[in-house]
């Protein structure tokens, strides 16, 4: 790693967003730690970059303490977090909550973001211009039926966010927030438990964002200058006007 490069730390890196934005900011200069569970995948994501795959579960303190610190240990620094590790389970109602998912997805969406985020601030602080970039959703800011669950746990990661940007106020490090809709990667697949049906039905004659689309906007926020702060982006495809209305071309 060239002594001048400036270190991203990406978490859920091993597909989707994650794995785009991990592309998209290694071709941008940095040097990317990619973080999450399948080393198999993020591996390749990282020959693929020249970026450094650690393991990450960020769901677990002792997990995300050893990444912080193997983070510290080998490259002596951190100056941008992308918090991207989340997802959804079920669309049941709240009457029919599956509450092991509710809390699964609390976890890994809200608990994880906070984690990560708690163990890398000394170091970003420590950079005089660190960034955290956290993906959030739609859902964080609209609910609907089907996503009580999910719009519980982005509404919750939001609000984090955004009590973190008044917190470091007056401190050198930006905070920002990407609340994309309809992306196509397997989000829905993880949603729907693995049935690839009712997940290609979600995208269904509609043209969808990419991962590649949300990671060109994690890149752009990520080297504006350093007393730019883009605080929120709503990121939508021209099919979808809100959460739950979505232009259908016949297929």
Same mark, same amino acid.
């Given at each position: 790693?060239? %002594?001048?490069?400036?270190?991203?730390?990406?978490?859920?890196?091993?597909?989707?967003?994650?794995?785009? %934005?991990?592309? $998209?900011?290694?071709?941008?200069?940095?040097?990317?730690?990619?973080? #999450?569970?399948?080393?198999?995948?993020?591996?390749?994501?990282?020959?693929?970059?020249?970026?450094?795959?650690?393991? *990450?579960?960020?769901?677990?303190?002792?997990?995300? #303490?050893?990444?912080?610190?193997?983070?510290?240990?080998?490259?002596?620094?951190?100056? *941008?977090?992308?918090?991207?590790?989340?997802?959804?389970?079920?669309? @049941?109602?709240?009457?029919?909550?599956?509450?092991?998912?509710?809390?699964?997805?609390?976890?890994? =969406?809200?608990?994880?973001? /906070?984690?990560?985020?708690?163990?890398?601030?000394? %170091?970003?602080?420590?950079?005089?211009?660190?960034?955290?970039?956290? &993906?959030?959703? &739609?859902?964080?800011?609209? +609910?609907?039926?089907?996503?009580?669950?999910?719009?519980?746990?982005?509404?919750?990661?939001? $609000? *984090?966010?955004?009590?973190?940007?008044? @917190?470091?106020?007056?401190? +050198?490090?930006?905070?920002?927030?990407?609340?994309?809709?309809?992306?196509?990667?397997?989000?829905?697949?993880?949603?729907?438990?693995?049935?690839?049906?009712?997940?290609?039905?979600?995208?269904?004659?509609?043209?969808?964002?990419?991962?590649?689309?949300?990671?060109?906007?994690?890149?752009? &926020? #990520?080297?504006? +200058?350093?007393? /730019? =702060?883009?605080?929120?982006?709503?990121?939508?495809?021209?099919?979808?006007?809100?959460?739950?209305?979505?232009?259908?071309?016949?297929?």
């Amino acid at each position: 790693m060239p %002594s001048s490069a400036r270190v991203a730390v990406v978490t859920g890196a091993s597909s989707g967003i994650g794995a785009a %934005s991990a592309r $998209a900011l290694a071709a941008a200069g940095f040097h990317v730690v990619l973080g #999450a569970r399948r080393m198999d995948r993020l591996e390749q994501v990282a020959a693929e970059t020249g970026g450094t795959a650690l393991p *990450l579960d960020v769901t677990d303190d002792a997990s995300v #303490a050893a990444f912080a610190a193997a983070v510290e240990e080998r490259l002596g620094r951190c100056d *941008l977090l992308v918090n991207n590790a989340g997802g959804a389970l079920g669309t @049941e109602s709240v009457a029919d909550a599956d509450l092991a998912d509710w809390q699964r997805m609390y976890d890994i =969406n809200v608990l994880g973001t /906070v984690r990560v985020t708690q163990a890398l601030l000394p %170091s970003l602080i420590a950079s005089g211009d660190g960034q955290v970039i956290t &993906i959030g959703s &739609i859902a964080g800011r609209e +609910p609907y039926k089907g996503g009580a669950g999910y719009n519980a746990a982005k509404h919750a990661e939001a $609000a *984090l966010t955004r009590v973190l940007r008044l @917190e470091l106020l007056g401190q +050198p490090v930006r905070v920002s927030e990407i609340d994309p809709g309809m992306v196509h990667t397997d989000f829905s697949l993880v949603r729907f438990k693995g049935d690839q049906e009712k997940a290609d039905a979600v995208y269904a004659g509609v043209e969808p964002l990419t991962a590649e689309d949300v990671a060109e906007t994690v890149a752009w &926020i #990520a080297t504006r +200058p350093a007393h /730019v =702060n883009v605080d929120q982006v709503l990121l939508m495809p021209r099919d979808q006007a809100a959460a739950q209305v979505v232009h259908r071309r016949e297929v």
